[in-house]
Nanobody
Framework: QVQLVESGGGLVQPGGSLRLSCAAS????????MGWYRQAPGKQRELVAR????????YYADSVKGRFTISRDNAKNTVFLQMNSLKPEDTAVYYC??????????WGQGTQVTVSS
């Protein structure tokens, strides 16, 4: 049984920073790609950032480029999202996602990020 456990969400003022973490536990995984998605109330879930396990190639949504940084620790099956210069429009539930080499998908339980003064 594979579980993704997220941490690091919370309430922060505009301009502040947060760091999200997501670690996989359970069966040994061979990860192809790790990513972060978010879903704001009344909106569809959207891709925020993703990183390829082999080589570290990254992708960012235009709305977060230059402010967010995704990184990973392959040995620990962990992915991070450093979020700087946060804006109220970044408020959402953030979900981590792992795609394995066998094309299976795993999701975290979600962590709330609220940017408000």
């Amino acid at each position: 049984q594979v579980q993704l456990v997220e941490s690091g969400g919370g309430l922060v003022q505009p301009g502040g920073s947060l760091r999200l973490s997501c670690a996989a536990s359970g069966s040994m995984l061979r990860i192809r790609r790790m990513g972060w998605y978010r879903q704001a109330p009344g909106k569809q879930r959207e891709l925020v950032a993703r990183i390829i396990s082999d080589g570290g190639s990254t992708y960012y949504a235009d709305s977060v480029k230059g402010r967010f940084t995704i990184s990973r620790d392959n040995a620990k099956n962990t992915v991070f999202l450093q979020m700087n210069s946060l804006k109220p429009e970044d408020t959402a539930v953030y979900y981590c996602h792992f795609a394995t080499l066998s094309f299976r998908d795993y999701w975290g339980q979600g962590t709330q990020v609220t940017v408000s003064s």
